[in-house]
């Protein structure tokens, strides 16, 4: 009797052993995956990103060099005093850059991406933009900040860089939803009825800025996970007046 326990016992540590290895090789690699990304992302920005624009005097990123690189290019987003700095794309669906990144390669982060539903030259009612929370803070992790309202008053500027133009637009309101909500709508009867919608996502958000909208408004949402992964955080973001 006991032989056969000490038997079984020892199969038990060895079974223990060999799973603590294979999560650890898949940690390490995970970890590899995550930093050569970041490393990649971090070669993109310092060769594309150039001065800052002034109007449309110049170009403050390198487009011609970013559509080599990937011809899904759009633009790119950024937030000021984040880290969320990066190139933006789009594809006919939204599923090919949820685990490939901007250039090509298999990433469990992707790229950041407009919905395909959406205008790529920001003319729509409401862009909506996804992008991963990484657990290395990369990618959209950042947003999270906008859960606190001193954050959120303290980073209220979004800048695309699109074509030669460098765009402002400022915090609308913040929100946590179930992942079936209509932040993420993007096409609308007219400008009363998206007018409207914005009244309804101000009314549920956790932070509202008070900004004064109108008809003729439009809105950039910017969309990623929030909690167990079964919420979504959107940070909706209106052109500066």
């Not at 990304?37 to 390198?62: C, F, H, N, Q």
Request: hydrophobic share 40%.
């Amino acid at each position: 009797m006991a032989g056969n326990r000490d038997k079984a016992l020892s199969v038990l540590g060895t079974a223990c052993l060999v799973l603590c290895v294979v999560c650890g090789i898949s940690l390490f690699r995970r970890r590899a995956e995550l930093r050569s990304a970041a490393e990649t992302y971090d070669k993109i920005r310092s060769g594309s990103v150039l001065a800052e624009a002034e109007g449309a005097v110049a170009p403050a990123v390198d487009e011609e060099r970013l559509r080599g690189i990937n011809p899904d290019y759009v633009f790119w987003l950024e937030i000021p005093g984040t880290e969320i700095s990066y190139p933006v794309v789009q594809a006919e669906n939204n599923s090919d850059y949820l685990r490939v990144s901007f250039t090509g390669k298999p990433f469990i982060g992707g790229c950041i991406f407009v919905d395909a539903a959406c205008p790529a030259d920001l003319s729509g009612r409401n862009t909506v933009i996804y992008g991963h929370r990484m657990p290395d803070g990369t990618m959209f992790t950042g947003l999270e900040g906008y859960l606190k309202e001193d954050f959120a008053r303290e980073h209220g500027e979004l800048r695309i860089h699109i074509g030669r133009e460098r765009r402002i637009f400022r915090l609308f309101a913040v929100l946590r939803e179930d992942a079936q909500e209509d932040y993420a709508r993007t096409t609308f009867a007219d400008g009363g009825a998206f007018r409207c919608w914005l009244d309804d996502q101000r009314s549920r958000a956790l932070t509202d800025t008070r900004l004064e909208i109108t008809e003729d408004t439009h809105a950039v949402t910017l969309v990623t996970c929030a909690g167990d992964g079964s919420e979504r955080l959107a940070v909706i973001w209106i052109p500066e007046e």
